[in-house]
């Protein structure tokens, strides 16, 4: 067996789902971010743990978690609220839990939009760490979100969870993803800096994470990225196939990819600025010391 931890913040009208979802396991918690609306409200009418801490990023939550909150069993699952478990997803984990030959299996994603599968323009499969043990595997900030670090080998599960992601209606979604254009800039400006596309990943790479990574870190360098990013999801991905929802989806990751970049030009704006100033403040207070210096030596001479 293992233990499933679900993370929340305001998911009133996610979590209820979510929790019965993963009721196979005997041992859940939910490690809530001081939500305002009925999430722990709601959580606490289950079988289930809830544990709040202030959320300072997702590779910190995600640690603080696995390092402070005991677990029932060795092996957990980290299920967000607007992803669901399914039977077959968990009868898979269980049996990799018994063969214990990795120590951490990604999985992929299916992502629900408009109340369609997008199939297509998300890049499926794209996997994410979600079963592992809890002393091998810890999670570092990149972004919006956050990258894991495993001691050990990995491996890769058959079945999939969904991931809905518009579950709490468009307005949600542009407001969340207007905060995590904020911390994509800053990411983006320290690779541009500092970072360098691994082109080796990027063309034989072993896995569908590893050729991702490095495709993003190419991307980022790329110029008009939001109609590049429109164009490829769109037509060389074939998101047209997955119909209306695919169509918007795509428009959707464009005008975020747009959100980023008018980011990163006012972070580097503002640092101007700022660091306009500090030079104005500077120069300042040279002429005031010489200044001073001045009348010192003419009184001296009087």
């Not at 997803?89 to 990604?106: H, N, Q, S, T």
């Not at 629900?112 to 499969?125: L, N, V």
């Not at 991307?219 to 590049?228: N, V």
């Amino acid at each position: 067996m293992f233990s499933i931890y679900i993370l929340t913040y305001n998911e009133a009208t996610e979590i209820a789902e979510c929790i019965e979802s993963a009721l196979l396991s005997d041992d859940i918690i939910v490690v809530d971010s001081f939500s305002t609306d009925r999430t722990v409200e709601i959580a606490s009418r289950y079988p289930v743990k809830v544990i709040q801490h202030e959320f300072e990023s997702h590779g910190k939550q995600r640690t603080w978690m696995l390092q402070e909150i005991s677990t029932k069993y060795d092996w957990v699952y980290i299920l967000e609220a607007d992803e669901r478990m399914t039977p077959e997803l968990f009868a898979e984990c269980l049996d990799r839990v018994k063969k214990a030959e990795k120590i951490g299996y990604y999985v992929a994603e299916r992502v629900m939009f408009m109340g369609k599968w997008i199939r297509h323009s998300t890049q499926y499969p794209r996997y994410q760490m979600r079963l592992f043990t809890k002393d091998k595997v810890w999670f570092t900030d990149y972004g919006h979100t956050e990258r894991e670090v495993c001691d050990g080998e990995t491996g890769f599960l058959q079945e999939t969870y969904p991931h809905y992601t518009s579950g709490k209606g468009l307005s949600r979604w542009i407001e969340k993803h207007n905060r995590y254009s904020t911390d994509e800039a800053k990411e983006t400006i320290t690779q541009l800096e500092k970072g360098r596309v691994d082109w080796r990943s990027l063309l034989f790479g072993r896995s569908e994470i590893e050729r991702r990574r490095a495709l993003k870190d190419l991307s980022l360098r790329l110029p008009f990225r939001p109609i590049i990013r429109w164009f490829y999801m769109y037509f060389i991905l074939k998101g047209f196939l997955d119909g209306k929802a695919g169509f918007t989806w795509c428009t959707l990751q464009a005008f975020y990819e747009y959100l980023i970049l008018l980011k990163i030009q006012e972070i580097r704006q503002n640092k101007a600025k700022i660091d306009n100033n500090s030079h104005v403040e500077s120069e300042k207070a040279v002429n005031l010391i010489s200044n001073s210096e001045k009348i010192t030596i003419n009184n001296i001479g009087r």
